[in-house]
């Protein structure tokens, strides 16, 4: 744990230092360039808000509403039926759809069942081996204004599902169901 | 596609509200939502001025074009169309590390770059190309090797070791990855078939 706390204190202040003697050394105005494309992440993050506004509402509407736990509930008992916990089952679903309430899912399970629980294990390996993709679709699209996505979604919705099933597998072999 | 996504999850949502009795809540989530939305771009602002302020020397100074260079054989192979030395190649292998070393918010920015680049390449069009779709894939399946935010909370709730989720989480990221790469080309190579493209 101490290699890899050391590891992720260090890392951003030495890529900086890097970025920067780099620069000085290839005589790039540096600082001139830094304001330039600091510009730039100004243009792009206002360009981004209507695109997470609307995403968003539309997912807490439906969080709110309760039909995600409806969603869910469906589902449970065919997931049940070839093994996953349901518990871990909500976790899952709003992976893809919600970063911040899947983190806040995750802070849940593990507080609840304990960090080394079979399921505070397995909530954390699924938090970390699957992104929001519709959260990362959103914004990279919408800031570049790509309207039509083609297959991107579903491939991203398949890709998570395959995590969630080797989340669930690696899990059981590592540390027993 | 999304459009079809977005309006069923707000229509059936009011609609499930109306039966479920959550009008309430509802009405709550509508500016929660806008609000929570709000307050992500503008937490975005400070890391994206940063960090495409950092990039900028990074590719004035010829620094992200000879990180390209030594990752190009690998990349080379999953973005086919992208040019050796189009700047759209420092920028995704740029994005790829960051994201690799956790750095979820230098990712963003560097993402949103190579994906503007990746336009480029396509004439500008409004549809996205095979290689926006093989990147975001690649984005979306998590690339991580330490997921910091994962290791901090079970640190916070007394793991007797919060780290030994880091190689069953590599393992399972290496799985979704590949997984994604896969299903990827097998969209693309089946409507390559078709000739719909």
Same mark, same amino acid.
């Given at each position: 744990?101490?290699?890899? /706390?050391?590891?992720?204190?260090?890392?951003?202040?030495?890529?900086?230092?890097?970025?920067?003697?780099?620069?000085?050394?290839?005589?790039?105005?540096?600082?001139?360039?830094?304001?330039?494309?600091?510009?730039?992440? *100004?243009? *792009?993050?206002?360009?981004?808000?209507?695109?997470?506004?609307?995403?968003?509402?539309?997912? /807490?509407?439906?969080?709110? /509403?309760?039909?995600?736990?409806?969603?869910?509930?469906?589902?449970?008992?065919?997931?049940?039926?070839?093994?996953?916990?349901?518990?871990?089952?909500?976790?899952?679903?709003?992976?893809?759809?919600?970063?911040?309430?899947?983190?806040?899912?995750?802070?849940?399970?593990?507080?609840?069942?304990?960090?080394? /629980?079979?399921?505070?294990?397995?909530?954390?390996?699924?938090?970390?081996?699957?992104?929001?993709?519709?959260?990362?679709?959103?914004?990279?699209?919408?800031?570049?204004?790509?309207?039509?996505?083609?297959?991107?979604?579903?491939?991203?919705?398949?890709?998570?599902?395959?995590? *969630?099933?080797?989340?669930?597998? *690696?899990?059981?072999?590592?540390?027993?169901? | 596609?999304?459009?079809?996504?977005?309006?069923?999850?707000?229509?059936?949502?009011?609609?499930?509200?109306?039966?479920?009795?959550?009008?309430?809540?509802?009405?709550?989530?509508?500016?929660?939502?806008?609000?929570?939305?709000?307050?992500?771009?503008?937490?975005?602002?400070?890391?994206?001025?940063?960090?495409?302020? @950092?990039?900028?020397?990074?590719?004035?100074?010829?620094?992200?074009?000879?990180?390209?260079?030594?990752?190009?054989?690998?990349?080379?192979?999953?973005?086919?169309?992208?040019?050796?030395?189009?700047?759209?190649?420092?920028?995704?292998?740029?994005? @790829?590390?960051?994201? @690799?070393?956790?750095?979820?918010?230098?990712?963003? =920015?560097?993402?949103?770059?190579?994906?503007?680049?990746?336009?480029?390449?396509?004439?500008?069009?409004?549809?996205?190309?095979?290689? @926006?779709?093989?990147?975001?894939?690649?984005?979306?399946?998590?690339?991580?090797?330490? =997921?910091?935010?994962?290791?901090?909370?079970?640190?916070?709730?007394?793991?007797?070791? =919060?780290?030994?989720?880091?190689?069953?989480?590599?393992?399972?990221?290496?799985?979704?990855?590949?997984?994604?790469?896969?299903?990827?080309?097998?969209?693309?190579?089946?409507?390559?078939?078709?000739?719909?493209?």
């Amino acid at each position: 744990m101490g290699v890899i /706390s050391t590891v992720s204190l260090w890392i951003i202040p030495l890529i900086i230092g890097i970025i920067l003697i780099h620069g000085t050394w290839k005589q790039v105005p540096t600082y001139e360039s830094f304001v330039e494309g600091g510009k730039e992440g *100004i243009k *792009i993050a206002v360009s981004i808000i209507p695109f997470l506004v609307g995403m968003l509402v539309a997912i /807490s509407i439906f969080r709110a /509403s309760g039909a995600l736990d409806f969603f869910v509930g469906l589902l449970r008992p065919a997931l049940e039926w070839i093994g996953v916990p349901a518990e871990i089952v909500p976790l899952a679903v709003i992976r893809p759809i919600s970063g911040t309430a899947a983190l806040g899912m995750t802070s849940d399970l593990i507080a609840t069942y304990g960090p080394d /629980s079979f399921l505070g294990r397995l909530a954390s390996v699924l938090q970390g081996s699957t992104d929001t993709t519709l959260y990362i679709l959103t914004v990279y699209f919408g800031a570049v204004g790509i309207k039509k996505m083609g297959d991107a979604l579903k491939i991203g919705l398949m890709a998570d599902f395959v995590g *969630i099933v080797a989340s669930i597998l *690696i899990v059981s072999y590592f540390f027993g169901n | 596609m999304i459009n079809l996504i977005w309006v069923f999850m707000a229509v059936f949502g009011i609609i499930f509200a109306m039966f479920n009795g959550t009008m309430e809540e509802v009405n709550k989530a509508v500016f929660q939502g806008a609000e929570e939305a709000v307050t992500l771009c503008i937490g975005l602002i400070s890391v994206l001025v940063f960090w495409l302020g @950092m990039m900028r020397i990074a590719q004035n100074s010829g620094l992200l074009n000879s990180l390209a260079k030594l990752f190009r054989p690998i990349v080379q192979r999953l973005f086919p169309e992208v040019p050796a030395e189009h700047p759209a190649m420092g920028l995704i292998l740029s994005n @790829m590390m960051a994201n @690799m070393f956790g750095l979820g918010n230098a990712a963003t =920015p560097l993402g949103i770059k190579a994906m503007e680049q990746l336009k480029a390449l396509n004439g500008g069009k409004e549809y996205a190309s095979r290689s @926006m779709i093989t990147f975001l894939v690649i984005n979306t399946s998590s690339l991580t090797i330490v =997921p910091t935010t994962v290791l901090a909370i079970r640190m916070n709730y007394d793991s007797a070791s =919060p780290a030994e989720i880091v190689l069953p989480t590599l393992i399972a990221t290496f799985c979704s990855t590949t997984g994604g790469i896969l299903i990827d080309r097998y969209f693309y190579y089946r409507k390559h078939r078709n000739g719909v493209k």
